[in-house]
């Protein structure tokens, strides 16, 4: 099944991360696991498998491989690339269902790249607050797909007409 939910990992956790980090150092270690464990904790089980997350890093954590799965969760280092936006295009750019991919980045760069390829695309804070506040299904639909369903939802759109006794009552309110 192809990748669904690509997340800048460090551009979510920027606005969150702690502002007294920790004097041990661990303290970029633990925001990631916190990230990883809230998207563990947030996300089917199917949505999971169709999740990576990456990061910045020209070296993988100790102990860690450039990727690996926290309990379906794809978690990917830059480590051949100078910062995980140049692999997030990559990414976005070799999807083989981009109308399926939804990116999770404030990024522009990122966000332009995915609107580029038809992919949907999300800021940062607002795909959080969605995850957090157990809107999943918010959380996994980009602004432009929830757009786009809103639109075929049935719903009739208001008559977007204006008659001419109605231009002349705002031209009279107005001054004009």
Not at 82 to 89: H, V, Y
Request: hydrophobic letters at 40%; proline letters at 5%; aromatic letters at 6%.
């Amino acid at each position: 099944m192809s990748l669904l939910l690509l997340i800048d990992g460090y551009n979510v956790l920027a606005p969150v991360a702690a502002p007294n980090r920790d004097p041990d150092g661990r303290w970029l270690q633990r925001e990631r696991m916190k990230l990883i464990r809230r998207l563990v904790d947030h996300l089917t089980d199917l949505q999971r498998v169709n999740t990576c997350v990456v990061f910045d890093a020209t070296k993988p954590p100790k102990g860690r491989p450039s990727s690996f799965l926290v309990e379906g969760v794809s978690v990917c280092f830059a480590t051949e690339h100078a910062e995980a936006d140049d692999l997030l295009e990559e990414m976005i750019a070799s999807h083989t269902a981009p109308r399926n991919l939804m990116v999770v980045s404030s990024d522009h760069r990122v966000q332009a790249a995915a609107k580029r390829r038809g992919c949907g695309f999300c800021d940062s804070h607002t795909w959080l607050d969605d995850l957090l506040d157990g809107k999943v299904a918010s959380a996994c639909k980009s602004n432009q797909q929830a757009e786009q369903g809103r639109a075929g939802d049935g719903a009739e759109k208001p008559n977007r007409v204006v008659s001419e006794e109605q231009v002349d009552a705002w031209l009279k309110e107005f001054g004009f």
